[in-house]
């Protein structure tokens, strides 16, 4: 559904499980009082916008300047050179 439903704090009373269950379907419920928005309602797992959680780690991850490099000793031992060969 996804819809934007827009109510008012009166109507929102007469008929409020109504407005929940619609809440809880994946619509966003929008009180107003004298013509002002005033609150949302939205259902407890609606997901976080996509946006919202782009660059969330930004500047709190940190990659060392050689995460891309394999040491040669590694390499020799996946190759089946260096120490196994001894053994």
């Not at 008929?15 to 929008?30: C, M, R």
């Not at 390499?75 to 260096?82: P, S, W, Y």
């Amino acid at each position: 559904m996804n819809e934007k439903v827009t109510v008012n704090v009166r109507e929102l009373r007469d008929n409020l499980s109504s407005y929940l269950n619609q809440a809880g379907k994946g619509d966003e419920v929008i009180v107003t009082s004298h013509g002002k928005a005033i609150a949302r309602i939205v259902s407890v797992s609606a997901k976080k916008p996509r946006t919202a959680l782009l660059g969330a780690m930004r500047g709190r991850i940190v990659m060392a300047p050689d995460f891309d490099q394999t040491p040669d000793d590694l390499i020799d031992l996946m190759e089946g050179r260096g120490e196994a060969d001894e053994a």
